[in-house]
């Protein structure tokens, strides 16, 4: 079971300590107290490592995939009415090293999204649309770094009973 707990950190503000199950604590508050992140997010860095721990994971089980560094960036369009939920996400992964395999990457996105990344399949649920980039950037070779698009996953049609 996962948990966590907010409390007031000060009766006229909007700020919370917040506690997680495994007693990590982080200051949230909103935009106009400025002292911590808001709710929406640590819902977009969550995404981001979700799929960080999944891919560099991944990445790291295959030979020859030397990673030297790695990135992952969202970003997310909301509603303009609450609940302020987000409508179309960006997501966009910057691997570096030498003789990195685009398939290698690739493969370790879509196994993040279609299997392992929990927060990803939430979003997902909630009808956000999510678009997903990466580019490889191998220091010895100036000119890389082109942007590639990750395409969803075709879904099998459903068996006829």
């Known amino acids: 079971m996962i948990q966590a707990r907010v409390r007031l950190t000060f009766p ?3 700020q919370f300590m917040m506690e997680t199950g495994s007693g990590h604590q982080l200051i949230i508050d909103d935009a106009v107290g400025q002292t911590g992140p808001k709710p929406i997010e640590l ?3 969550a995404l981001a490592g979700c799929t960080a721990f999944d891919v560099i994971t991944f990445l790291r089980s295959k030979r020859h995939q030397n990673v ?5 960036s969202v970003e997310a369009d909301q509603r303009p009415a609450p609940p302020q939920v987000f409508t179309t996400i960006h997501i966009h992964h910057i691997v570096t090293g030498h003789g990195i395999d685009p398939k ?3 493969d370790g996105i879509r196994l993040s999204e ?4 929990s927060v990803g399949a939430m979003v997902r649920q909630s009808g956000s649309e999510i678009r997903t980039t990466y580019s490889i950037h191998d220091p010895q070779e100036p000119l890389s770094g082109d942007v590639r698009t990750v395409e969803p996953a075709k ?4 068996a006829a009973n």
């Not at 279609?114 to 990344?117: G, H, S």
């Not at 879904?155 to 459903?158: D, F, I, M, N, R």
Request: proline share 5%; aromatic share 10%.
């Open 68 to 72: 030297t560094g790695y990135e992952v």
């Open 43 to 45: 819902l977009a860095g």
């Open 12 to 14: 006229n503000t909007r």
């Open 104 to 106: 290698a990457v690739e």
């Open 114 to 117: 279609d299997k392992y990344c």
């Open 155 to 158: 879904l099998e049609p459903a």
